[in-house]
């Protein structure tokens, strides 16, 4: 567990470098992020590298004792570059490319891009491969940030041409998989396929879905570049990117196969204002963010990263990029903190060190203010400095309970969510936040994993089935909550031939005969349940447990596997688990929306999402007699507690 | 009165097209709709024909007893010709060409794509023109559908300034008729005139008109080239269309003229949801769909076919198109079919037969479920046909209201709403509306149609007014109703000279001062009535019926005509009606929101659009005592009743 | 104090121009403005100048006694024009020419339209300038109106790398200005620089504020082609722009500077309906516009005009261009005549005579229909003409308060607004507004303004902090009123050094260590006070006047300046004006919503703009013994009266 910072150098004058590392130091900061979005300055001319300056900014963090990630500084080619190669530009829907002047404006299939890259990573690289001070490498910056997974760029046009070569062999098969006799659809070459873009109505959703494959496997493809230049140089050093969070656009855990570590940048109450949650939520966490939120994104990255994983920037006070930009509780930025960490977290750095007076962030709060007075998160990271050292929790252990999360089956549901407000990600945390209430610890997993030693597996979307997944959930002997639409597609995004839930009905036996989205407003009552959204029309020889009034089926049930045939409400979603974790012997409790629980090695952490305060009396059995090594049994606002396990 | 069906046998093994026959047979179905689409499948290569499938298709049905009504499948151009024709396809208003990958990509205007058309279709009509089976033709696909009557491509620029020349003869006759002297508009030649097309603000409005009236033009003319080839080779069968609900963007009646049968797509819940209803109708209707939007449209394609017309895809489950799909009511689908036949329908074909397990429609329900299962559809539809065997109502009889419906007036409104909410489909409708709650059958027809025999003619739009129309009404001796902004505009978009209504005002002496849009939320009472949206202040020597309390006349009554200077609530389209029907003798009941009556020959029919039961002897004299030969007194939710009149 | 009309004898037979003169002139009309959008007509062919029908023109109204302003046909470039210069387009965001078939569509970098424009008014100045009825020349027409002030041109680019060379000499001062140095996006050379669009995310905010100014720059340079050649034809005579209301693209004070009158065009009713008013507000001032907006616009154009401005073109009745257009309350078109008249107006000119029953401005009114009856306006303008003459109030006198403006800010708060709803325009009528309640008249001044003679000045959106500005306040002995983000920005868009308020601490001693936007629903209690929307962090050595109850100073005071750290609510501000008012010994009111009062020389104004009449007794002091000139104590609906102070 350790603290880091995310630092520009090239931004400030060098004479203000070594006060800037003494002063992180003084503070328990160990770890430095640097170089990334410096290219303008690493090579101001085409071919001239002026690697000096970093020299020296190194050596001067180094000398202060600190650690360094460094950057590549690929997400922001400088303007030269550009002028001299156009095709490196992105490529909007409309045929436009992108313009300088801000970043990520590159397209992730320029082959002239990423020989531009592998020249300038390599040269950092043989640099600084060696350097002492540097431990970890990141790649880039956020990939997918402002929407930039997808170029219609004639590279990514020929490139989409030879993937799907590469995968169906012959057009024909294409075709059939594709269903293309719809509509006249049909090819007679590859060459004739073109993005799914500006088609008069919706394009054919495997096509989609093949286009969205492609585009996540290039953004893999363009990453491996600079990852095999690194390792080749730099043997022995991590190599991480920094996922953003909410962002599915490509495969997180295919890009995770190839890094040592997963970084990921949280940023709760950006995200608050984000995501699709309704307005008194909104309201209620404005200068917390949600309470399951950054957790769920925490066990994702954990397990992106094969457990090995950081929150490498940490929202330190009032962002920039949102539409309303709130400052945090006063302590919630050491809440954040001590959130992550107890999901284990290696190490948790706040972006950034000085807020910059210039340019696009000039807005974005930093451990300091532009004149180098400490801001209110400073105090707080020293706070956390300070804790760490009292505190040996040792390291993550398996959860009980697994969520597998497909990112395919995000980009299935995005086209064709069939109801407007079918949201992928919104339902996977629904299902995630109702553990949560009860005090679960969860795995967040992709459907390949193993899932020996789970007791309760989760799959709210998995839309595709894998031909193996049922083999490894009964192996794996846990009890399985299956989701609405589970199975709902082959591969080639069509309807199962026996139809839904395919594959998955060896596990329980139903037929999804009819499905229907359900505008807001139109409930069906379900005795205590109320459904919403989607509902579906079941066929089973089994009695439902939950049937909506009107005589249809929500909740089928064996042995070992739930089925819900509807978008459930959290009392449905509790009462399902619960009554899981009874039969496995797993205890549960029953938190308020604010409070929330985590357990990293033998040290339960508690902390208070609420703007007042929360007595753990009330939720936690013997609270009153825990072993305290953080704060006690009263939390307030914004309030960390954590205690041992006997 | 008969049952049929949309099916698609070039997506099924050819194996299973005999047991398809055969099932329809057995279900009661006796027409068959194929062949749109199928180009690729008829033309895989430029100029290879195989034909060989689609005998084999044909002479299947037709050995299962079935009729067939063929498409042409030029909604779907297939790839290999737009790659040799880039011509043909639609440009955006941005100047982008259409892409392949959905339908309908064609510019209607292509000289080239019509070429091909009428290629394609005299080899099919030369093919099966004198096919035993072959009863009908469908030329293309929902024309419109995706928004698609409008291309700005060359083509059409160049079609436009024909149009235009042969319409004015003299460039000043154009300027003069456009008012172009306003903002320096005016043009020297025809050839100077663009599409009125991302222009800084708005486009001088009689340039937009001409510009809807063209493309309106476009696309008969388009038509006319299949239908002209069909006749030639294929005498003696119908030629239809299949038009699709609520779309306005051509004048139906102009293309109806070379049609023998108008046909249109209901889906009555996917319009419900496209439509303006209020959140409470919306939900209220959510499984059944709005009680009078497709009974106006069984009325109006009745008027476009002349009479003859049919519901040629009927909505058989829950559709993939909406934001949100529900199922509809149990027993809702064969009330759908019982309101088209009781409006005179020849035919109702349910769309599809068996849904696609593929490509873009595999959320679309059919009446067999993907596994070839029998969906709830099926069984509806198998109770109809066994329904239709015990009636013979005879066929529809002149109603005692007409409503004239004009497309110009549309798209003059959509050019010039002068307030945001004033829209033309759902004002019309809610003239319709008020006269089915009082139990009316009403004709909908053209402003050109001949008005002998009507009761009451309903002119809710008549935003231009034909030089005759008066005269018509006059001698027809029907009462007249005319809503605000009648005879508003002359032919030239200009304000008539005499200000409005122009040549409405030999009907009746009022004269339109100003008028005004009211944002939502402001109501000017008007004793029991309220108007919204659109006030006239009115001179007349009249005394207005009804009266703002600010003062402004709202209702002006003389012995045959009533003229609205409003956007009228439902009590004062009611009160209107109701005492015109008193007048004459005609007599109304007052039916709830949800329940409805029609009359087909000597057959009254009633259908229940309500989610509980309705009992008919609540609002139908001497309901206990009829002579009912489907249902009963009481009707339950989505019930039917029908019984004969004396 | 005078009233006008616009007239455009070019839409009408020559037939009627002598009697509309004699009409306008019966009515109490002295002025005319003519010409503007008459290119076409001027010079129907390159070349041809058909200047016959306009003298004739003139001299008829000449005849009839009444004086013209001649306006420039430029806004309305004819489209031989365009075709044989497709360089005169303006071009879109998306890099697509701007479309002829309206108007405002050239580019006001555009030489070639610089060079047409000359040529024009060279010719029309030519003419016409020594005329004795042109006492007034007016140029072009809104410029911005449309959007239209950024053009991404060719030409505007090249321009734009122009005005940044000039303006920084060195590209490394831009550098450093624009802080590239961050993401990399140094520059080498001013040629590399492209305006700041299609970005992939936001570009740098000091590019977009220096394309700002540099396109506002472009509107001014524009104007004084035609400024100085009409000065050289037509001296002795006034020119002027018709300002639009609500407009902010561009410094009206910039282009003031080389003009003679400003004069701006008064539409209340669709001001009310475009602006950010509560949907409450909109419908309580449905008919009768928001009291304070134009009110606002009136002072704004005293000052851009110093001094001398008036409205040349007032709304008469339902206008065309907003979403909905309401007719005025009775008699509130002479209530408007009177708010401007009261506040200085040398002249009231309503647009537009007579209602055009062609082209896009159909459904606009004007004082005659078009059939030529008189609208409700005419009577109303008649009614001024009459009162005018019995009145003498001598000119406008400096107000008490003043109220500084400065468009920079409005585009610094557009660019980086950091909360969704931080409006600038609307933060400066809130300020406004208060002292409007208050009974207080303000002037609008530009920032580098003299301020003597001023007791209190308010400052609500000084985002740059000019260096003199503190000196001007302290030598004037003013009181001053500094809203949030005061002195947030250098004149480089960076953050100042010393923090917030920068130069302006001199004034008060505070440092803002944080911001943070609020989004709407949450409320900060502040005492009596609510803040919403942004909220300041605070250090300093004074104790605030009132504090959130969660502990943050919102107003903090010295002898002279009062701070407010946030979004004041109505009270606040009040609060603050009124305990100010009192030390200065300036007497208060309290006026109700409605109720406005305003002075013009001696004679002291007020408005009712409610729908219900209001008692003068209930808010002035003695308002039972006043020497009413016009109206009474009681004001009906629309309600003026005037009496005279002692």
């Known amino acids: 567990m350790k603290l880091g910072v995310c630092y520009y150098p090239e931004h400030w004058p060098e004479a203000q470098w070594a006060e800037d590392a003494r002063h992180m130091a003084e503070i328990g900061i160990t770890q430095v992020r640097?170089?990334?979005?410096?290219?303008?300055?690493?090579?101001?001319?085409?071919?001239?590298?002026?690697?000096?300056?970093?020299?020296?900014?190194?050596?001067?963090?180094?000398?202060?004792?600190?650690?360094?990630?460094?950057?590549?500084?690929?997400?922001?080619?400088?303007?030269?570059?550009?002028?001299?190669?156009p095709d490196v530009l992105a490529v909007d829907a409309h045929g436009r490319p992108r313009r300088f002047g801000s970043r990520r404006h590159y397209c992730f299939s320029s082959q002239t891009y990423r020989a531009q890259c592998a020249r300038i990573v390599a040269a950092l690289a043989r640099r600084y491969g060696q350097h002492p001070?540097?431990?970890?490498?990141?790649?880039?910056?956020?990939?997918?940030?402002?929407?930039?997974?997808?170029?219609?760029?004639?590279?990514?046009?020929?490139?989409?041409?030879?993937?799907?070569?590469d995968k169906y062999g012959q057009i024909d098969a294409l075709n059939k998989a594709w269903g293309n006799v719809f509509w006249s659809m049909e090819y007679r070459h590859f060459d004739e396929i073109d993005p799914p873009v500006e088609t008069v109505t919706e394009a054919n959703p495997a096509h989609r879905q093949d286009w969205a494959r492609f585009a996540s496997d290039e953004v893999t493809a363009f990453d491996k570049v600079q990852t095999d230049i690194i390792r080749a140089h730099s043997p022995g050093r991590d190599v991480l990117h920094n996922y953003m969070g909410m962002f599915t656009a490509f495969d997180h855990f295919k890009l995770g196969k190839q890094l040592d570590v997963a970084a990921w940048d949280s940023y709760p109450l950006g995200f608050l204002e984000w995501a699709w949650w309704p307005e008194a939520t909104k309201l209620r966490f404005l200068r917390q963010g949600h309470p399951d939120f950054t957790a769920f994104h925490h066990d994702l990255y954990r397990g992106v990263g094969k457990g090995r994983w950081q929150v490498i920037e940490q929202q330190p006070g009032p962002v920039n990029w949102s539409?309303?930009?709130?400052?945090?509780?006063?302590?919630?930025v050491r809440a954040w903190t001590w959130e992550a960490l107890a999901h284990g977290a290696e190490c948790v750095?706040?972006?950034?060190w000085r807020q910059a007076p210039f340019a696009q962030e000039q807005m974005h709060a930093g451990l300091l203010r532009p004149d180098s007075s400490e801001a209110e998160a400073a105090y707080e990271a020293r706070q956390v400095a300070t804790e760490i050292k009292a505190l040996t929790p040792g390291s993550h252990r398996q959860a009980p309970v697994a969520l597998v999360f497909d990112y395919e089956a995000v980009w299935a549901t995005q086209i064709q969510p069939q109801g407007r407000d079918y949201r992928p990600l919104e339902?996977?945390?629904?299902?995630?936040?109702?553990a949560r209430r009860l005090g679960l610890s969860v795995d967040v997993v992709h459907p390949s994993a193993d899932l020996t030693g789970y007791q309760i597996v989760l799959c709210p979307l998995q839309i595709f089935w894998p031909v193996d997944l049922a083999l490894r959930l009964k192996a794996s002997g846990a009890a399985c909550v299956l989701g609405p639409r589970t199975g709902s597609k082959t591969d080639d995004f069509q309807i199962p031939a026996d139809l839904p839930p395919g594959g998955a009905r060896t596990l329980i036996p139903i037929?999804?005969?009819?499905?229907?989205?359900?505008?807001?407003?139109?409930?069906?009552?379900?005795?205590?349940?109320?459904v919403?959204?989607?509902?579906?029309?079941?066929?089973?020889?089994?009695?439902?447990?939950?049937?909506?009034?009107?005589?249809?089926?929500?909740?089928?049930?064996?042995?070992?596997?739930?089925?819900?045939?509807?978008?459930?409400?959290?009392?449905?979603l509790e009462t399902v688990l619960a009554k899981r974790c009874a039969e496995r012997g797993l205890a549960v409790l029953a938190l308020p929306d604010g409070l929330r629980l985590r357990q990293r090695g033998n040290i339960q952490f508690a902390i208070n999402y609420e703007a007042t305060p929360v007595n753990l009396a009330d939720y936690v059995p013997g609270a009153t007699s825990l072993d305290f090594v953080i704060g006690g049994v009263e939390l307030p606002p914004a309030g960390v507690a954590a205690w041992k396990l006997r």
Chains 1, 2, 3 share one sequence.
Not at 43 to 69: C, K, M, N, Q, S
Not at 135 to 152: L, M, R
Not at 324 to 332: D, E, S, T
Not at 532 to 546: G, K, M, Y
Request: charged share 20%; net charge negative; glycine share 6%.
């Open 34 to 85: 640097i170089g990334e979005f410096a290219w303008s300055r690493i090579e101001p001319e085409p071919g001239v590298l002026t690697f000096e300056w970093l020299d020296r900014a190194i050596d001067t963090l180094h000398r202060a004792g600190l650690h360094i990630v460094l950057g590549t500084p690929t997400a922001t080619p400088p303007k030269w570059l550009i002028d001299a190669h």
């Open 133 to 165: 001070a540097v431990q970890a490498w990141q790649t880039d910056n956020e990939y997918g940030c402002h929407d930039t997974i997808i170029s219609y760029s004639d590279a990514a046009r020929a490139g989409f041409r030879r993937w799907l070569a």
């Open 323 to 332: 539409a309303w930009n709130p400052a945090p509780l006063p302590g919630m």
């Open 349 to 352: 750095s706040y972006f950034r």
């Open 427 to 434: 339902l996977v945390i629904h299902f995630y936040a109702a």
């Open 511 to 530: 037929t999804v005969n009819r499905v229907e989205s359900l505008r807001p407003g139109h409930i069906e009552q379900a005795g205590p349940f109320q």
């Open 532 to 572: 919403t959204r989607w509902l579906e029309h079941i066929a089973s020889p089994l009695t439902p447990e939950a049937s909506t009034d009107s005589g249809h089926g929500i909740w089928y049930r064996t042995e070992a596997v739930d089925y819900l045939a509807c978008w459930p409400d959290a009392q449905l």
